[in-house]
Each structure stands twice: as structure tokens, then as C-alpha cells.
């Protein structure tokens, strides 16, 4: 990565840029549909690669699904953090077999008994991950199975979890893609490990739910994110 990226990451989050659809009451912004297409869009005729750094985090990923989907718990956690960059955030859809698509394949989940609790093992390996090499609060998608009917809320079924980085040594994310060799943190998420019901986005009766909550989500930030970027290269072009 660029050795200057740090420099970057620490402006953008102590400026606020990774809070622009977070609720004011949780420290965020919460600009309107115009002034986030506005802003993206003024980024990106500078820079794209600095322009999809700041997209991503404002669209598909943990602010917007805490805030829907979360417990309040896990708001009053994650978002204010989120929103002064003390959390930078990735969001593990993308895999080598599914592309970007949430029906393909998926890494898997399997409910188990471990020390008396019911934990999900994952098995993780995505690819293509904005932000995931320097990212310390990761949103995860995975395909949960519980082939011992464990499970008295929720059900089998896609679903999302929020990780901790420094909570998970196993979770790999050292790994860099550099795509069109424009050098904004790009890379995998691997690894094999535990996580518990609390740490699915809206506890365990949001088990088996993520497809819902996928759907509902990219549509709203990829119908604003991307549109914008694509207007940024259109202005510089002409």
C-alpha cells in the first residue's frame, strides 16, 4: 500500500468522512441523498481510488446495517466509534467461488455446543475486500447450517455478524489486492473460529435473516455510492 495511506485513513476518520449516513446521535452526519452524491462525487474527480475509500464505508457495510438492523446495544457501541474512525470498517461479501453475489455460494457457519453455549463455527475466505487490510471492525456474510437443531431463535440461512478485529488473532487480513495498481486497501479475509449469537447484527433472531437485510441495504447504497462515481469520471471526461 501507498506509505502515506495512514495519513489518509486518520484524516478521513477524525473528519468524519466514514459517518456521512450514521445518525447525528451517534455522532455522524447523516447527509441527504443529494449532499452525499454531491460530496462523492467532488472526491472522486480527484481521485477514485480515494473516492471508493470513502463510498464504501457510506454505503453496503456495518453503519448502515447497525442502524437498521442492530441491537441497541450494539448501536450505542459501534456506531459513535464508527463514526470518528476509532472503528474503520469493511464489510466480507465478495468470495473466489460467488463474486459479489449474496445467492452464490457462500463461506459457511456450522451451530455447535462449545463450553456449554451456542457458538457458530466459521470458516471464512473472501476476497476483494475494500478496506479489509486495515480494518478493525469487520461485517461478515455467511451461510449458517445447524445440522443439530440447535438453534430455538433464528434459522438456517444466510447471516451477518460484526467482528472485532483485535478480538479474532485467527482472522487473517494481511493480504493485498492493488487493483488497476491505484493502491487503495484492497485485500482477503481468512480464517477458521468461534463467534457467539451476540455478535449477529440484531442477536439471534436475526439468524438466518442476512438475505432480507442484504437486499434491503444494497440497493440503497449502491443506487447512491456508485452513480456518484460514475458522475465524478463522466465531469473529469468531459
Same mark, same amino acid.
Given at each position: 500500500?501507498? =506509505? ?15 459517518? #456521512?449516513?450514521?445518525? @447525528? ?9 443529494? @449532499? ?25 457495510? =456495518? ?8 441491537? &441497541? %446495544? ?8 464508527? +463514526?470518528?474512525? %476509532? ?17 452464490? #455460494?457462500?463461506? /459457511? ?11 457458530? %463455527?466459521? /470458516? ?6 475494500? #478496506?479489509? =487490510? ?21 434459522? &438456517? ?6 467482528? &472485532?478485529? @483485535? ?7 494481511? *493480504?493485498?489486492?492493488?487493483?488497476? *495498481? ?6 482477503? #479475509? ?5 463467534? +457467539? @449469537? ?17 437486499? &434491503? ?11 456518484? /462515481? ?9
Amino acid at each position: 500500500p501507498n =506509505p502515506n495511506y495512514k495519513n489518509i485513513i486518520d484524516y478521513l476518520g477524525k473528519n468524519k468522512f466514514f459517518s #456521512l449516513i450514521i445518525d @447525528e446521535k451517534y455522532d455522524g452526519h447523516k447527509l441527504s441523498v443529494k @449532499e452525499l452524491s454531491s460530496l462523492l462525487t467532488k472526491i472522486t474527480t480527484k481521485s477514485p481510488c480515494l473516492g471508493v475509500t470513502v463510498m464504501v464505508p457510506n454505503s453496503l457495510g =456495518p453503519g448502515e446495517l447497525l442502524q437498521h438492523y442492530g441491537t &441497541e %446495544e450494539q448501536k450505542n457501541k459501534f456506531l459513535p466509534k464508527l +463514526s470518528t474512525g %476509532e472503528y474503520i470498517p469493511c464489510f466480507g461479501l465478495t468470495g473466489p467461488k460467488n463474486g459479489s453475489d449474496a445467492g452464490g #455460494l457462500m463461506d /459457511t457457519g456450522i451451530v455447535k455446543t462449545i463450553d456449554g453455549k451456542n457458538k457458530i %463455527e466459521v /470458516t471464512l475466505n473472501k476476497r476483494y475486500i475494500t #478496506l479489509a =487490510p486495515i480494518s478493525n471492525l469487520i461485517g461478515i456474510a455467511i451461510k449458517v447450517k445447524d445440522p443439530d437443531n440447535l438453534l430455538k431463535n433464528g434459522k &438456517e440461512g444466510i447471516t451477518v455478524a460484526l467482528l &472485532e478485529k @483485535e478480538k479474532y488473532k485467527s482472522l487473517d487480513t494481511s *493480504n493485498y489486492h492493488n487493483p488497476l *495498481n491505484v493502491g487503495f486497501p484492497n485485500g482477503t #479475509l481468512k480464517g477458521h473460529f468461534s463467534i +457467539s @449469537e451476540n455478535q449477529i447484527i440484531g442477536g439471534r433472531d436475526n439468524i438466518g435473516k442476512g438475505w432480507q437485510m442484504l437486499m &434491503e441495504c444494497l440497493a440503497a447504497g449502491r443506487g447512491v455510492s456508485l452513480p456518484a /462515481t460514475a458522475n465524478g469520471a463522466s465531469k473529469v471526461a468531459t
